[in-house]
């Protein structure tokens, strides 16, 4: 008995780490094929290559950003690419009345929606913190507040797709010609980090670590906590929360 315990959780920690780190389903581009697609903050940067991986794969894309000129060659690059349509909508996310219309005018301009990939955030200077609250407050605005009034924008659309939402949070290539000389690092292609981003999307990933350290997405990744999550909502009635 004493030698089944010790050798019990070595096998189960195994277990669990195959299980968690081994993919459950490949990726196929095919998979985005007439899915109806937005990207928000899709100017520049991942957002843009976002849109262009999409486009390349067929799909009706939708963007965003506060520049109507970049969105425009955006959207010509996408049709160029193979895009099923492509379409944008010019206007800032720091106004909740748009983020919230946009989500219901790009609807019925795709005819529904299967994936909203908010990628948007508010510029910010790489300066320590002085006390400027007004930046704060625009910054959980944009950052936070406007992902949540989109999310819930469109939920009845993605509920009737059985689509997903994606949130992405990333070091900006912009950010790092702005710590030059502070941080010793480079940035990530974006092409690459865009497409694993889509490939999460699309296969309903929780959670999706990129970066140029290969090794480090595995750090990130944590069956521990995977576990003390589970056996956690073990004590909880998640069916009348729901209901309720």
């Known amino acids: 008995m004493a030698c ?3 050798y019990l959780l070595p096998i189960l920690g195994i277990f669990l780490a195959y299980y968690y780190y081994s993919a459950d389903e490949e990726f196929k581009p095919e998979m985005l094929q007439g899915k109806k697609v937005i990207v928000t903050g899709a100017s520049k940067g ?6 262009y991986h999409l486009a390349k794969m067929g799909a009706h894309v939708m963007v965003t950003a506060r520049s109507e000129e970049a969105l425009k060659k955006i ?7 193979g895009a099923a349509s492509a379409h944008y909508i010019a206007g800032t996310m720091e106004d909740m009345t748009f983020a919230e219309q946009f989500i219901a005018k790009a609807g019925n301009i795709l005819g529904g929606l299967d994936m909203l990939i908010l990628n948007h955030i508010t510029s910010a200077t790489m300066e320590p913190f002085a006390g400027d609250i007004h930046f704060v407050r625009r910054s959980m ?10 999310s819930m924008a469109a939920l009845p659309m993605l509920k009737q797709s059985n689509g997903s939402i994606v949130v992405v949070s990333s070091m900006a290539d912009s950010a790092m010609k702005a710590v030059s000389g502070v941080l010793n ?6 092409e690459d ?6 490939k999460g999307g699309a296969l309903r990933q929780e959670e999706v670590y ?15 906590r995977r576990i003390l999550e589970f056996l956690s909502l073990r004590n909880y009635n998640m069916e009348k929360f729901i209901n309720n």
């Open 4 to 6: 089944m315990k010790n």
């Open 141 to 150: 605005e944009v950052n936070y507040i406007s992902y949540v009034v989109m």
């Open 210 to 224: 990129y970066g140029k350290l290969g090794w480090a997405s595995h750090l990130l990744k944590n069956p521990g």
């Open 75 to 81: 959207v010509s690059d996408c049709l160029k690419y």
């Open 193 to 198: 980090c865009a497409l694993e981003i889509i």
């Open 185 to 190: 690092a480079e940035a990530a292609p974006k």
């Open 46 to 51: 991942i957002g843009k290559e976002m849109a």
